[in-house]
């Protein structure tokens, strides 16, 4: 497994992460919050790479944690602070939370304060005390995350989602190699091929939450982040129609097709292929791709794609 080199965005997120513990562990001093260390744990939790992943992160753990303080403060409530009774709160609510996580994923963090709240109403604190502390530590360390998200060295969701771009047109390129190889029958590599596609699904993964992040930032996207969304749209394309290929490939009846269109397909693949590299190169350094050779084949084949006539502009 490759270990990643740490790089400049790495230490600027350690370092900023760690002013915004700093300052949320202060201004719970400053209010004298008995438990201040859960705003440091709400910061940490929520501090993204970008503003739109935060907003996100931020946002689940407010209604969380006050779903989660709601149904604690109601177990005490209902079932009082005896040791059997804390043990069927804390399940009735772990239950109920977990039943509902398919409608929002803050139902998550509701069960874990729910429990918190719990736990601390046996120390005899006043049940709407331990609730609302709770609630209002957790929500000044997101403020405070938030705030140095948006304020300090600030990163946007659209701009992760182009380097995103690059690396999917990576993966489809290597991707797109290795099929073709296995087209040939010999030179195919099983476990190459089955690492390849799950590099391509993470990185897949990985963009469509960049996107969807991007999409929650306040000021919407860029103009030059709404090219870089109309560039995922097309990887996407490619790696639908690269998995399709891959069926194909290992159909037994398209064995003689293979064979027949050997050489044509090895052209197209070699021009496809460069394409895709130089597309990739081009996005991530902020120029234009230029234009890829002619692929040449026999005369007369009447197809644009491979014609010498032929050039790939971008």
């Given at each position: 497994?490759?270990?990643?080199?740490?790089?400049?965005?790495?230490?600027?997120?350690?370092?900023?992460?760690?002013?915004?513990a700093?300052?949320?562990?202060?201004?719970?001093?400053?209010?004298?919050?008995?438990?201040?260390?859960?705003?440091?744990?709400?910061?940490?939790?929520?501090?993204?790479?970008?503003?739109?992943?935060?907003?996100?992160?931020?946002?689940?753990?407010?209604?969380?944690?006050?779903?989660?303080?709601?149904?604690?403060?109601?177990?005490?409530a209902?079932?009082?602070?005896h040791?059997?009774?804390?043990?069927?709160?804390?399940?009735?609510?772990?239950?109920?939370?977990?039943?509902?996580?398919?409608?929002?994923?803050?139902?998550?963090?509701a069960?874990?304060t729910?429990?918190?709240?719990?736990?601390?109403?046996?120390?005899?604190?006043?049940?709407?005390?331990?609730?609302?502390?709770?609630?209002?530590?957790?929500?000044?360390?997101?403020?405070?995350?938030?705030?140095?998200?948006?304020?300090?060295?600030?990163?946007?969701?659209?701009r992760?989602?182009?380097?995103?771009?690059v690396?999917?047109?990576?993966?489809?390129?290597?991707?797109?190699?290795?099929?073709?190889s296995?087209?040939?029958?010999?030179?195919?590599?099983?476990?190459?091929?089955t690492s390849?596609?799950?590099?391509?699904e993470?990185?897949?993964?990985?963009?469509?939450l960049?996107?969807?992040?991007?999409?929650r930032?306040?000021a919407?996207?860029?103009?030059?982040?709404?090219i870089?969304?109309?560039?995922?749209?097309?990887?996407?394309?490619?790696?639908?129609?690269?998995?399709s290929?891959?069926?194909?490939?290992?159909?037994?009846?398209?064995?003689?097709?293979?064979?027949?269109?050997?050489r044509?397909?090895?052209?197209?693949?070699?021009?496809?292929i460069?394409?895709m590299?130089?597309?990739?190169?081009?996005?991530?350094?902020?120029?234009?791709?230029?234009?890829?050779?002619?692929?040449?084949?026999?005369?007369?084949?009447?197809?644009?794609?491979?014609?010498p006539?032929?050039?790939?502009?971008?």
């Amino acid at each position: 497994m490759k270990i990643p080199t740490p790089n400049q965005s790495h230490f600027r997120h350690g370092l900023k992460t760690a002013c915004a513990a700093v300052a949320a562990y202060a201004i719970t001093e400053m209010l004298n919050l008995p438990q201040g260390y859960w705003a440091v744990v709400s910061v940490i939790v929520v501090m993204q790479t970008n503003l739109g992943g935060s907003l996100r992160a931020g946002v689940n753990r407010i209604i969380g944690t006050a779903l989660g303080a709601v149904l604690g403060a109601l177990g005490l409530a209902l079932f009082g602070t005896h040791p059997l009774a804390l043990g069927l709160e804390m399940g009735l609510c772990i239950l109920f939370c977990a039943y509902f996580i398919h409608l929002h994923e803050s139902f998550r963090m509701a069960g874990m304060t729910a429990a918190i709240v719990i736990l601390m109403g046996n120390q005899g604190h006043s049940i709407v005390w331990v609730a609302f502390s709770r609630f209002f530590e957790i929500t000044v360390g997101v403020c405070v995350a938030l705030f140095f998200t948006a304020f300090v060295w600030p990163s946007r969701a659209g701009r992760h989602l182009k380097a995103g771009v690059v690396r999917a047109l990576h993966d489809e390129a290597a991707l797109y190699s290795i099929l073709l190889s296995c087209r040939h029958g010999e030179d195919c590599d099983g476990g190459d091929e089955t690492s390849a596609i799950l590099q391509l699904e993470k990185t897949r993964e990985r963009n469509h939450l960049l996107l969807e992040e991007a999409k929650r930032e306040p000021a919407g996207l860029a103009v030059r982040e709404q090219i870089t969304v109309s560039l995922f749209n097309f990887t996407e394309r490619i790696a639908e129609h690269l998995l399709s290929m891959e069926h194909a490939v290992h159909h037994e009846d398209l064995e003689e097709l293979h064979v027949f269109v050997a050489r044509e397909m090895d052209l197209l693949a070699q021009t496809t292929i460069t394409a895709m590299t130089r597309l990739a190169l081009a996005i991530g350094q902020d120029r234009p791709p230029g234009h890829v050779e002619d692929v040449t084949r026999s005369p007369g084949c009447g197809c644009s794609t491979c014609c010498p006539a032929t050039r790939w502009r971008w």
